[in-house]
């Protein structure tokens, strides 16, 4: 199976950024798609970000703060860029890879992001 490891999350003020990564093993072969979400407690999952093989990317309506999604294909990873982040970011961030070979998404075990004063 493979295995998706997230890091960079953490503790940051209101105005503050983060940057966020998500690899994948390398049994990864070819990776489709690569996404981000997140959950706020008593909320749903929701999507951030994702972006697809050829680097388009697109973003989830009402997603609040800066966000950039991209990847490096060379390092099976995906990065997920936060700058103005706001308290209402805060949440367990989740990295998704819809891979080669796989019939369902693997998913990383979450990062937690709080923005707080």
């Known amino acids: 199976q493979v295995r998706l490891v997230e890091s960079g999350g953490g503790f940051v003020q209101p105005g503050g950024s983060l940057k966020l990564a998500c690899t994948a093993s390398?049994?990864?072969?070819?990776?489709?798609?690569m996404a981000w979400h997140r959950q706020a407690p008593g909320n749903q999952r929701e999507l951030v970000a994702r972006?697809?093989?050829?680097?388009?990317?697109n973003y989830a309506v009402g997603v609040p703060g800066q966000v950039t999604i991209s990847r490096d294909d060379a390092k099976k990873t995906v990065y997920l860029q936060m700058r103005n982040l706001q308290p209402e970011d805060t949440a367990m961030y989740y990295c998704?890879?819809?891979?080669?070979?796989?019939?369902?998404?693997?998913w990383g075990q979450g990062t937690q992001v709080t923005v707080s004063a």
């Open positions: 998704r890879m819809k891979i080669l070979g796989y019939e369902n998404d693997f």
């Open positions: 390398e049994n990864a072969v070819a990776i489709f798609e």
């Open positions: 972006i697809d093989h050829s680097g388009f990317a």
